[in-house]
């Protein structure tokens, strides 16, 4: 497998909530209780948002909130801020192949 | 604060080489594994490499074994990452990366990314 499966997009209204799922199989996100995600806006680095299926940074907004159930990992993020549009990735450790894999991506657009 | 700042990125031809800096400070450099991600234009993230606090283990994704070296100077609080037999496919961001203190398995802290063109 050479990428946690995300949707290509999601998209979302001011105020509301979108879960974004990363999907991969019982040898990484079904297997790992280090998942993370991160948020990248165009031309800056990536940011850690969450750690460790649900542990948010602190100085990260508590609308951000990660869960997991089998081999699917999600984040969802409420109360949709217009400064939340940015493409967002998982990640996931794995004790088989390479020890990191990260999604494809999911590009968050505020409507 | 945290900081990792980057250097070392360019242009250089197929089959050429570069060495990658990283200056870190802000935290104890030498009590995390550090490693590198790499992003390619328009396109996601992928982790190149990792190496443990004391430099004895060194991990890499298969595209990059046996012509990138990853490594540390815990002295000079930096990581590295040497590039040998450089291929197009290598363009890319390369990002070094450091832990978030909470649990030393995910990418806590960012450099700024320093671009690498590989081109003929």
């Known amino acids: 497998q050479s990428a946690l499966t995300q949707p290509a997009s999601v998209s979302g209204s001011p105020g509301q909530s979108v879960t974004i799922s990363c999907t991969g199989s019982?040898?990484?996100?079904?297997?790992?209780?280090?998942v993370s995600w991160y948020q990248q806006h165009p031309f800056k680095a990536p940011k850690l948002v969450i750690f460790?299926?649900?542990e948010r940074p602190s100085g990260v907004s508590n609308r951000f909130s990660g869960s997991k159930s089998d081999n699917t990992a999600s984040l969802t993020i409420s109360g949709l801020q217009a400064e939340d549009e940015a493409e967002y990735y998982c990640?996931?450790?794995?004790?088989?192949?390479?020890?990191?894999?990260f999604g494809g991506g999911t590009k968050l657009t505020v409507l | 604060e945290v900081q990792l700042v980057e250097s070392g990125g360019g242009l250089v031809q197929p089959g050429g080489s570069l060495r990658l800096s990283c200056e870190v400070s802000?935290?104890?450099?030498?009590?995390?594994?550090m490693r590198w991600v790499r992003q390619a234009p328009g396109t996601g993230l992928e982790w190149v490499a990792t190496?443990?606090?004391?430099?004895?283990?060194?991990y890499y994704v298969g595209s990059v074994k046996g012509r990138f070296t990853i490594s540390r100077d815990n002295a000079k609080n930096s990581l590295y990452l040497q590039m040998n037999d450089l291929r197009i496919e290598d363009t890319a961001v390369y990002y070094c990366?450091?832990?978030?203190?909470?649990?030393?398995?995910?990418?806590?802290?960012w450099g700024q990314g320093t671009l690498v063109s590989v081109f003929s």
């Open positions: 990640a996931s450790h794995r004790r088989v192949n390479t020890p990191w894999i």
């Open positions: 019982s040898s990484d996100v079904g297997a790992s209780n280090f």
């Open positions: 802000g935290f104890t450099f030498s009590n995390y594994k």
């Open positions: 190496i443990t606090q004391d430099g004895s283990e060194k």
């Open positions: 460790d299926v649900t």
């Open positions: 990366s450091s832990p978030h203190p909470g649990s030393g398995y995910n990418f806590g802290y």
